[in-house]
């Protein structure tokens, strides 16, 4: 897959350093990963939640921290729309 946003990721963890190891962790599995639906990123991220326009937010370490992201599966392509705290996803969300 390929991945945009990856600055997101670097400014994050720039803050959150307790992060970097599963965010590491993270990218080399999507990089070498093909997902072609939803079914192979919940074979591998089993606490993954779908959401619709093709969102997929990602637990990070143990539900500390939450990724959202977009897949276009056709493409293979990755968008990292955001990172942060799980009380920062909470309140982001409740503006919607």
Not at 19 to 44: F, M, P, Y
Request: charged letters at 25%; aromatic letters at 10%; glycine letters at 6%.
């Amino acid at each position: 897959m390929h991945i945009v946003g990856r600055d997101k990721l670097d400014e994050f963890v720039g803050d959150h350093a307790d992060a970097r190891s599963w965010i590491e962790n993270w990218l080399g599995d999507v990089q070498l990963a093909t997902w072609t639906s939803t079914h192979d990123i919940k074979s591998r991220h089993a606490s993954v939640s779908f959401l619709s326009m093709n969102k997929v937010i990602f637990n990070v370490k143990g539900n500390s921290y939450r990724l959202e992201a977009t897949v276009a599966y056709k493409t293979s392509t990755v968008v990292i729309v955001w990172i942060g705290t799980h009380a920062e996803y909470d309140q982001r969300n409740k503006k919607r």
